[in-house]
């Protein structure tokens, strides 16, 4: 997610511009930079690395001026890097940029071959080419130079532009990705959130999908992209400045739970070729018919989406598939070499044991594949491959959307692998993928139903201890949501293979013990049907997370959570959900840091 901001007023702009933009550093980034028009041109200014680089850069470089654009970059497309930060200048044209341009490849080469030079690996310097060449084929403004650019344009994204030829006017685009303008008296802002201009104004338009604004100093003209003229009464934001951070949820975890609709969406854009039947995996290229064993090499959270993968790979491509704490595998001088693929996942990119776990592999001639959330981390660096999930960042120290979108990212990788070990037909790609771009809103339906688990975490939040039972890709989901439950409530909480039960747990249960069970529809149903039945023959409290249009499972448990039905390698992406609200809210009941939960921290770059 990156931070967006723009104003137009007679007020100097790049004070603001940066000041805007230390307010959504929170967010997280890898480089940032403005461009501010004054004495006939914009002059962009930008580096790598944080505001404060920017800000000396500025000093040698000063950027006066009354109206600009300014950006903070979480990267996507491009690794971090001075001529990858926003904004992007083609001719008279700024462009910053908050979202994926899904058909980059296709405009890029098109560009190209009619004559562009390209100075960035991004997908956005596309669009500064687009718009310039509007201009240059003779739109009269540069409102309406956008709006034929972006017919061109698929994909998610928020674009402010500004033209050395239009200095008074700031034009801005929506598609998925968040974007506000903040009315002033005499000037106007634009940004990805309230967060970066509250404190300079709390009268705002937020900006709804597939419209488009042009905004001066005194006007605000909203239109949808065909330019028919939109109505839109401003709203006066009432949160404070921390409340604004979190986008008026209470804690970060909340938002990002929420936010996981949006990031899987995101990590699903550009890569699913429904023509084909096939994936894409950013132009990471396997040499699948020599792959012998898939290792997937992890910690924590990133370990049980693992597990799922190895279910996916398993199902999908037939490839044996082992999966290996990495605090365990760096230390036991792993049988590992030439034919295994070790797929490394980490959501930081940055935790120590996988990160020497894999430099144990690679010693011993595996080909390493790194799973990430952040381009150009140190584990992405060090593998052969790396393939990204695109959650942003994930300020909350339980992970929540970059589990969902490593699951996406696995689901991926089990795809391309059947495609190409033919163990995957393509009309089975075709159903599981069609399927797969629904997972959103099937995820957006599971998400809404907080109330509900807000009422079963204060009716079971008390209890001293939890039981998560799963079976088959369920299992993991089990042991992810006993995590989440202890790491941010503190409670003690256990995951377990539900055909476990008998081999020892059934001994923890009694009336004082919830039971949470996965059982959606599917092979394992009637098994694990079996084992909920023993849990109440013995007093224990069930609450099961099932399938939609299940109407046996209530008279098996004591309370239900349904989510919607979706192919059997998916279901792990809408079960999980419960689990993670319901953990939020036995842990906001509690009273306890949700966000920085004891003892714990955000990338665990120790030993
Ligand atoms: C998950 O809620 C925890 N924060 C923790 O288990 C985390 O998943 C683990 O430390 C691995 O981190 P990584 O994905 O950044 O490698």
């Known amino acids: 997610m990156c931070g967006i901001i723009g104003y137009i007023g007679s007020r100097q702009a790049t004070p603001l511009l940066i000041g805007g933009l230390r307010k959504l550093e929170y967010r997280g980034y890898d480089s940032a930079g403005v461009s501010v028009f004054n004495d006939g041109m914009s002059r962009v ?19 006066p001026g009354t109206v600009g654009i300014g950006h903070t970059r979480w990267a996507t497309h491009g690794r971090p890097s ?22 980059h ?48 344009v698929r994909g998610s994204y928020a674009f402010v532009v500004m033209s050395d030829k239009e200095p008074g006017t700031l034009v801005a685009a929506k598609n998925s990705s968040p974007l506000v303008v903040g009315l002033g008296e005499g000037e106007n802002f634009v940004a990805s959130d309230v967060t970066a201009i509250l404190s300079e104004t709390r009268k705002v338009i937020f900006i709804e ?23 839109r009464e401003p709203k006066i934001i009432t949160w404070s400045a921390v409340q604004a951070e979190k986008g008026g949820f209470k804690h970060f975890m909340l938002k990002e739970i929420h936010e996981q609709p949006r990031a899987v969406a995101d990590t699903l854009v550009g890569r699913v070729d429904l023509e084909g039947d096939d994936v894409r995996l950013d132009g990471v290229e396997l040499d699948v018919k020599n792959i012998k064993r898939i290792i997937f090499i992890a910690c924590g959270t990133s370990y049980h989406a693992s597990m799922v993968g190895e279910f996916l790979v398993e199902s999908l491509a037939r490839i044996p598939v082992e999966v290996d704490l990495a605090s365990e595998f760096r230390y036991r001088d792993p049988i590992v070499g030439p034919g295994d693929l070790v797929v ?30 952040v381009v150009e981390s140190s584990i992405p660096r060090l593998a052969d491959h790396a393939f990204y999930t695109h959650a942003g960042p994930e300020i909350g120290v339980a992970s929540t959307k970059a589990f969902t979108t490593q699951l996406i990212g696995i689901a991926l990788l089990a795809i391309y692998l059947g495609r190409r070990t033919n163990a995957l037909s393509r009309e089975r790609a075709r159903t599981l993928l069609a399927e797969l771009v629904q997972i959103p809103n099937k995820m957006r339906d599971v998400v809404e139903q907080g109330a509900h688990l807000q009422v079963l975490a204060r009716r079971y939040g008390n209890a001293t201890g939890f039981l998560f039972l ?21 409670i003690h909480a256990e995951g377990y293979a539900a055909g476990e039960m008998k081999h020892g747990p059934i001994a923890l249960i009694d009336d004082q013990l919830p039971v949470v069970v996965l059982v959606p529809k599917g092979p394992s149903y009637e098994k694990t049907v079996s084992n909920l039945a023993e849990v109440r023959a013995r007093q224990g409290k069930v609450l099961a997370i099932a399938t939609r249009g299940d109407n046996e499972i209530g008279g098996h448990s004591d309370d239900v959570v349904l989510v919607p039905d979706t192919a059997l390698e998916l279901q792990p992406m809408l079960t999980v959900l419960p689990l993670q609200m319901l953990s939020y809210y036995v842990a906001d009941q509690k009273g306890t840091d949700v966000d920085q939960p004891r003892n714990l921290a955000k990338s665990v770059t120790v030993e």
């Open 105 to 152: 490849l296709q405009l890029r080469s098109e560009l190209v071959a009619s004559g562009s030079q390209f100075s960035s690996e991004t997908d956005t310097e596309i669009f500064a080419h687009l718009v310039e060449r509007q201009l240059v084929d003779g739109a009269p403004d540069l409102t309406t130079a956008v709006r034929r650019a972006l017919l061109k």
């Open 45 to 63: 200014v930008r580096c790598r690395g944080k505001l404060g680089n920017l800000e000396e850069k500025l000093k040698a470089e000063p950027a």
């Open 470 to 490: 799963g079976r088959g890709a369920q299992y993991p989901i089990a042991l992810e949501g006993a995590l989440k439950l202890k790491e941010i409530s503190y």
């Open 344 to 373: 490394a996942v980490s959501q930081s990119g940055e935790t120590l044991d996988t990160m020497e776990a894999i430099r144990e592999a690679k010693k011993k001639g595996a080909t390493v594949l790194a799973i990430s959330n």
């Open 82 to 103: 001075d001529e990858n930060s926003h904004p992007h200048k083609v001719g008279p044209v700024s462009v910053i940029h908050n979202g994926i341009i899904e058909n």
């Open 209 to 231: 999908e597939g419209e488009l604004v042009t905004v001066t100093r005194d006007s605000v003209q909203i239109t949808d992209f065909e330019g028919k003229p939109k109505q």
